[in-house]
């Protein structure tokens, strides 16, 4: 038998703070009861709250290509990303890996697999800290998505398939010269280039998204893979996305979105940098406009893995909500869409140990430790 006492915590319990004494008794809760004892670790008031669940990170990408033109060994990256996101008090995590792209020069059309591989290998090897799990990207507009997608339907770590269309015009990209300069500047697309990219990827769309859609949506329902709705800008887009099934709209990109979003049951996803720096770097829609709306579910790291905790105590200060209250969107709430709240996402007797304890001094919350299935793993 295997226990660990951890003792003088702020315990955010799915309803209540309270300073207490959590048990962990082989990998699982066993045990919550106010009151501090003289054994087990002294937290000194620190917060404990549950590990933090990722449905939607690139963090994978930027540490294969951590500077243009570089490609770092894929296993050493694989491994660093888990480091990150252990760090940043993630427990389980769903890798986003892009299935397509509609420019031909992009390394999305060729990394897909090696990243599935890597991902799938290390889990089974027991090489990571953090549960990993597989998001799939796909990009309706790419001729090829559904073929691919149909390779990894049966892998065992695939929790959703996004419908994404970064097609310039709509959605994302409803600005022209915001796709410009995103292009421009992440992929180095030139200048003389960047014209014939916008003309080819509308031509693209127009050829192929719509029977990628409805070919991805049947295959998701039939495998019952959960399915998440891309930057969606109108209530049209999001109409679709609920004739679709779908039950995460990530990254809307309007007020009026979201809130059909939210009337329609969907779980609105938005990203924890968009709430750090104050907006989006698309100029959509702010992260913090719809929160203080109570129109978000689920908050995602995206592109920086340590923002996720950073976020939840922005949010908190923000709208005044009790910690307790305002991690729904960082625990349960993403545990429940990828059909995992059964056994993690909450501070509950016979839930997996996926703790993280958090010292807040009001500037920067600071990761003191992160525990997953009862394991210290930062």
Known sequence: MNEQIYTNYRLQLPDQE????????????????????????????????????????????RCMSPRPGIRWPLQAAAVYHDRDLASAGVTTVCDAIAIGDVNAASPRLT?????????SQGQAAGRFSVEHRIHLRCEIAY??????????????????????????????????????????????VTALEIEDL???????????????????????HTKGISLASHDDATVEHVQEAVEDKVVLAEFPTTVEAAQAAHNAGLQVLMGAPNLVLGGSHSGNVSAMELVLSDLVDVISSDYVPQSLLQSLFIIARKTGKPIYEAMGLFTSNPAQAIDLFDNRGSLEI??????????DDGIVPRLMSTICAGRRIS
């Open 143 to 188: 001729e090829k998505v559904y073929q691919i997608t149909e390779q990894y339907i049966d892998n065992s770590l695939l929790s959703m398939i996004s419908l994404m269309d970064h097609t310039p015009g709509q959605r994302q990209f409803v600005r022209i010269d915001k796709f410009k300069e995103y292009y421009m500047g992440k992929h180095g």
């Open 18 to 61: 309270i300073l207490g004494t959590l048990l962990v008794r082989d990998g699982k809760i066993a045990d919550i009861q106010p009151g501090v004892m003289t054994l087990g670790e002294d937290g000194q008031g620190d917060y404990l709250l549950p590990g933090l669940i990722e449905l939607h990170t690139d963090n994978l990408e």
């Open 198 to 220: 916008i003309i080819m990827r509308q031509e693209k769309q127009k050829i192929h998204a719509h029977k990628n859609r409805q070919a991805l949506v049947k295959l998701a």
């Open 111 to 119: 990394n897909f697999g090696p990243m599935i591989d890597v991902i």
């Open 350 to 359: 016979g839930k997996r140990a996926d703790l993280i304890t958090v010292h």
